[in-house]
């Protein structure tokens, strides 16, 4: 079963606020992707990325930031935190396009 | 551009009933593939079963799904639900864009026993 890891699991900040979200995936995929689950819209990809360096706008990407360091890492940052930001963020990986995506735990933020 | 509809927010069931979850699609390419994702309560969503065949049944854990191209469905189906089938569950489409795998909004089922 793969691996992904996020952290931190829950985040409160305020409004203007800095924030980075980390994601680390043990599996060696190719692909990590950054999506935010709200209820009644599901899940909504903000960035993804084919490996390290590599970076892909989503579908809902104003405000975010991403950033692939390494195969393993893959980071999503909030410069100026809004309170439309509140949400549940989950990174996933797969090894190929078209298959699995490998989940982590979610990352709650809250923007005051 | 591409979208995945599902047109129930919540279905209630009784435990033993059928369970059918409909998924409907919209794209411009000619072989998508389709995912249902699962994901209960307090935990990250998993796969449940997936189809790259047009009219090809598809089945796991219970559950079993065709890809029908011509009507543009992948409705997800059990014969008789059990009360751990209670989740949120995701329609998925991916296409030969790259990385652009994209989800309908979800339908919660909730079985009662």
């Known amino acids: 079963e793969a691996a992904v890891t996020q952290s931190p699991r829950n985040k409160v900040t305020v409004t203007g606020g800095n924030v980075t979200l980390s994601c680390r995936q043990t599996?060696?995929?190719?692909?990590m992707y950054w999506y935010r689950q709200d209820t009644g819209h599901g899940l909504r990809l903000i960035h993804y990325?084919?490996?390290?360096?590599?970076?892909q706008i989503g579908d809902v990407p104003d405000g975010y930031k991403a950033t692939r360091t390494t195969q393993e890492d893959f980071f999503l940052l909030l410069e100026l935190a809004s309170p439309s930001q509140t949400s549940l963020y989950f990174c996933?990986?797969?090894?190929?396009?078209?298959?699995?995506?490998?989940f982590g735990a979610g990352t709650r933020l809250s923007v005051l | 551009g591409d979208s995945v509809t599902q047109t129930e927010g919540l279905v209630t069931l009784t435990e033993g009933l059928p369970v059918m979850l409909n998924c409907t699609y919209q794209t411009i390419y000619s072989n998508p593939f389709l995912f249902w994702y699962v994901q209960h309560l307090n935990e990250s969503p998993r796969l449940l079963l997936k189809s790259f065949t047009d009219n090809k049944r598809t089945e796991h854990q219970g559950f079993h799904a065709t890809l029908h191209k011509s009507s543009s469905s992948f409705h997800l189906q059990k014969s008789s639900a059990q009360l751990s089938d209670s989740a949120l569950y995701y329609c998925a489409m991916g296409t030969q864009v790259v990385g652009q795998l994209t989800f309908g909004r979800g339908t919660r089922l909730q079985v009662y026993a």
């Open positions: 990325s084919y490996g390290a360096g590599n970076l």
């Open positions: 996933a990986s797969s090894d190929v396009w078209g298959n699995t995506l490998y």
């Open positions: 599996n060696s995929h190719n692909y």
